[in-house]
């Protein structure tokens, strides 16, 4: 009878086990066992000096999806022991987040003065209102806030709650970071090691994974698990033949989500209309941000189009401010109309060149000094010391225009902004050139 009652036992732990996914069932506990991410968690990392001291700021985690915010956020709880609650922006309202908080409050009074932890799952999708809520418990202390984004902070939280953290970015993990984590899975699932492996190619795991870390442990496990043999052989060819009646139109969280929108942006910047707007409605129908998708053709309009067409970049922002006023389904109608003015304005990258040179040359040289003529004499002391003597003020002259130095003395006569070759950025070359003469050689 107890033999029956073991066997059923196991197959009850079998069961439970097959339930959970395979990223949970190994999931890192602790810090020895997670990956990557040395600038944050090595010896000189940017979080390591809070951790030994458990004297911990609230914090945000930047990064592409399954490169471990999450379990960095838990091991990082457990380590300074302290209360954990989570919550994610998708399914919780101000309410979840303020009854959340009042339990924070009550266990601080029961467990010490180490105040409680709330991890909030893609805090890019909180309101405004919902982040509103989060403020005050922060400031006093009642709750340390960590929040995961796969989303830029600068433009999805709230300025008063983002200059209350510390953002911290996950790097993307690294082909080897990849195999050893498919090792570790072979090596330490209890259901995987119930088969005999044969792993021979890595190469397509990792490329349908786009380096998404929980994604790859789903292939893997889909693949494993799917073939009946008591030996399993996994190699490049039989992956993709398993993975690929799997494959999804578009996964907005994973490989896809950014070669769509790489397709997209070249397209633009291709000038193809035709193209822009087809990977523009695969993005829609895969349920893409429109914010997202708003936020990169404004970046675009500046980056690849600049002074050739500077109509674009004040139609993009329109763009960008009426898909948030209106959001789907009519906001695609919005989105089309911008891809198509941007794919057919004149291109010029010339603005983007010249900022990267002229940063470049900030490296290089240093904080050069500005030049007297130029400085500002707001005092009588800065005046006696020569700050803007022999400012030539440009109104002052025909055409308001006066040959003037205004570079450093070090750097006179570089060149950062190249005009490109269309119309517009034609004649301001011409224009620069009739100013300047041979100065910048224009």
């Not at 009850?12 to 020895?32: G, Q, Y």
Request: charged share 25%; net charge neutral.
């Amino acid at each position: 009878m107890s033999g029956i009652l073991n066997y059923i036992l196991q197959l009850c732990i079998i069961f439970t086990v097959m339930n959970v996914p395979l990223a949970e069932r190994i999931r890192p506990k602790t810090l020895d066992d997670f990956l990557s991410q040395d600038h944050l968690i090595g010896p000189d990392g940017a979080l390591t000096a809070q951790l030994k001291t458990g004297v911990l700021s609230s914090m945000i985690f930047w990064g592409p999806p399954g490169t471990g915010k999450t379990t960095l956020a838990s091991i990082i709880a457990n380590r300074s022991q302290r209360p954990f609650y989570t919550l994610s922006a998708i399914d919780s309202g101000v309410a979840a987040v303020r009854k959340v908080i009042e339990k924070a409050k009550e266990s601080q009074t029961l467990f010490s003065a180490k105040n409680p932890i709330l991890f909030i799952d893609e805090i890019h999708r909180f309101s405004k209102s919902q982040q509103d809520s989060l403020l005050g418990a922060v400031e006093k202390g009642w709750i340390t806030l960590f929040g995961a984004t796969t989303e830029n902070p600068s433009f999805e939280v709230i300025p008063a709650l983002l200059s209350r953290c510390q953002v911290y970015i996950l790097n993307p993990f690294s082909k080897s970071d990849l195999e050893l984590l498919l090792n570790r899975a072979l090596e330490k699932d209890e259901l995987l090691k119930k088969k005999n492996v044969a792993l021979s190619e890595t190469e397509a795991l990792i490329q349908l994974s786009g380096g998404d870390a929980r994604k790859l442990l789903n292939i893997l496990e889909l693949v494993v698990l799917s073939d009946e043999n008591e030996t399993v052989q996994l190699n490049n060819e039989i992956v993709k033949q398993k993975v690929q009646k799997n494959t999804v139109l578009y996964d907005k969280t994973g490989e896809q989500h950014y070669d769509i929108i790489s397709a997209f942006i070249k397209s633009i910047r291709g000038s193809d209309p035709n193209a822009a707007v087809y990977w523009l409605a695969r993005m829609i129908e895969g349920g893409e941000d429109v914010k997202f998708i708003a936020r990169r053709m404004l970046i675009l309009a500046s980056e690849d189009i600049g002074n050739a067409n500077p109509t674009a970049l004040v139609l993009a922002n329109s763009a960008f401010q009426a898909v948030n006023t209106i959001g789907f389904p009519e906001a695609r109608i919005i989105l089309s109309q911008c891809a198509i003015y941007l794919a057919t304005s004149p291109k010029s990258n010339a603005s983007y060149g010249a900022i990267e040179k002229a940063q470049y040359q900030v490296r290089d040289t240093g904080d050069l000094s500005v030049p007297l003529s130029i400085r500002n004499a707001p005092t009588k002391l800065m005046k006696e010391l020569g700050y803007g003597k022999d400012y030539q003020y440009a109104h002052s002259y025909e055409g308001n225009f006066v040959d003037h130095e205004f570079l450093p003395d070090e750097i006179s006569g570089a060149v950062f902004y190249e005009p490109g070759d269309n119309v517009k950025e034609n004649k301001i070359r011409d224009y620069l050139r009739s100013l300047w003469k041979d100065k910048y050689n224009y």
